[in-house]
């Protein structure tokens, strides 16, 4: 699936290889329907099938289409297909997965679990048109989507590959990026891309692993003290920086309340308690304000919790991270005052927006998160 390219960029950064079309420009394979029992498909326009030998013929079917397994192969409405069959849209054509429309070729297999899996192969820069309006807010000002687009292109160079043991590079979902094809893709998002053709972002030589979040509450957050590693040998674009601009945003500062039983099943999702919840306490923060880990008492023990899965058991929508200023005890149950939304690592998007408000250029964005990072150039 991967084919050796040459990736030159300016300032001497070469990421990874990547399959390329012939007019040069990587492709990028996403998974947008993973080991599924079936799947709907709806074509509008011509379509063709591309068998494994490579013979073409026109899809001629009108309505959904559903794709199914069956032994030895697929079923695609009344045809039956290979175990690997391409469906190539042309000219003006797309085909619907679901909810979401698709121009770039559906790749449809059947899984050894007799499962099927539906992969889009689309050029890396039309992938990201489809990755930035659920991302970011498609309507926001031009030099913010320019560089939501820069970090999301890294992004998907530097993790290119990264499921090639399942047969393709990136999924659809929040594990890579959320890419709904060309659903609520407008001239907004065109022109982020278009006008950063190619741009990444790297330190050192090499492509940086850079990362995003909704809020960073004040201050980003070092991506050792986020996932574990030695803050020592963090890079320094990714150690954090203190950030003024998301000041009075949405969800700079938030309130949750949860009650006592809430919390003590969510605590015992991961950490065993001797007895009834009776206090919960902050016990280590970093330098960023992001709560490492709690100390629960229950009966006569104080166990200790740790933020990231307190936050995974409650739900990452009800506590909305782990930058936790201060716990309010009540009678049934606890207040968490907080900041920020998401892990807080890298790009905060709220930031992000006000600085292009004040007219600040996305280059300058950029260099404010990922401070001593080189904006440079992929070229093929």
């Known amino acids: 699936m991967i084919a050796a390219a040459a990736l030159c960029l300016l300032a001497g950064l070469v990421p990874p290889a990547a399959s390329m079309d012939v007019a040069g420009r990587a492709l990028v394979q996403v998974a947008?329907?993973?080991?599924?029992?079936?799947?709907?498909?709806?074509?509008?326009?011509?379509?063709?099938?591309?068998?494994?030998?490579?013979?073409?013929?026109?899809?001629?079917?009108?309505?959904?289409?559903?794709?199914?397994?069956?032994?030895?192969?697929?079923?695609?409405?009344?045809?039956?297909?290979?175990?690997?069959?391409?469906?190539?849209?042309?000219?003006?054509?797309?085909?619907?997965?679901?909810?979401?429309?698709?121009?770039?070729?559906?790749?449809?297999?059947?899984?050894?679990?007799?499962?099927?899996?539906?992969?889009?192969?689309?050029?890396?820069?039309?992938?990201?048109?489809?990755?930035?309006?659920?991302?970011?807010?498609?309507?926001?000002?031009?030099?913010?989507?320019?560089?939501?687009?820069?970090?999301?292109?890294?992004?998907?160079?530097?993790?290119?590959?990264?499921f090639r043991k399942d047969g393709f590079d990136l999924t659809a979902d929040t594990r890579s990026q959320v890419y709904r094809g060309v659903t609520a893709v407008n001239e907004n998002v065109r022109s982020a891309v278009r006008q950063t053709r190619g741009e990444v972002l790297g330190w050192r030589g090499e492509l940086l692993h850079v990362y995003y979040h909704s809020c960073c509450g004040g201050r980003t957050e070092d991506v050792a003290q986020a996932w574990g590693g030695d803050p020592k040998q963090t890079p320094r674009p990714l150690r954090g920086v203190k950030d003024p601009w998301c000041q009075g945003t949405p969800n700079h500062s938030w309130r949750a309340y949860f009650t006592w039983s809430d919390l003590m099943s969510a605590i015992q999702e991961k950490v065993g308690l001797p007895g009834p919840l009776s206090s919960l306490k902050i016990a280590h923060r970093d330098a960023a304000g992001y709560v490492l880990s709690f100390a629960a008492r229950a009966g006569r023990r104080t166990v200790s919790v740790r933020s990231s899965d307190l936050r995974h058991s409650l739900g990452a929508g009800e506590l909305k991270s782990t930058k936790i200023r201060r716990l309010v005890p009540k009678k049934k149950g606890v207040e968490f005052i907080g900041g920020g939304s998401g892990h807080g690592v890298g790009l905060c998007q709220w930031g992000t927006k006000v600085q292009a408000l004040k007219g600040r250029s996305y280059d300058k964005i950029l260099l404010f998160y990922f401070p001593g990072s080189v904006l440079s150039v992929v070229t093929q």
């Open 32 to 162: 947008i329907v993973r080991q599924a029992e079936s799947s709907t498909l709806v074509a509008a326009g011509a379509i063709r099938v591309v068998l494994p030998d490579g013979k073409r013929r026109p899809l001629e079917w009108e309505g959904p289409l559903s794709l199914t397994p069956r032994v030895g192969g697929l079923k695609l409405a009344d045809l039956r297909l290979p175990t690997e069959t391409r469906l190539e849209p042309q000219e003006g054509a797309s085909i619907k997965v679901g909810a979401d429309a698709h121009r770039g070729t559906l790749i449809l297999r059947l899984d050894p679990g007799q499962t099927v899996t539906v992969i889009e192969e689309i050029s890396l820069e039309e992938y990201l048109e489809g990755v930035l309006p659920h991302e970011m807010d498609p309507d926001w000002p031009l030099e913010a989507l320019k560089a939501q687009a820069v970090v999301a292109r890294t992004f998907a160079y530097a993790n290119m590959g990264k």
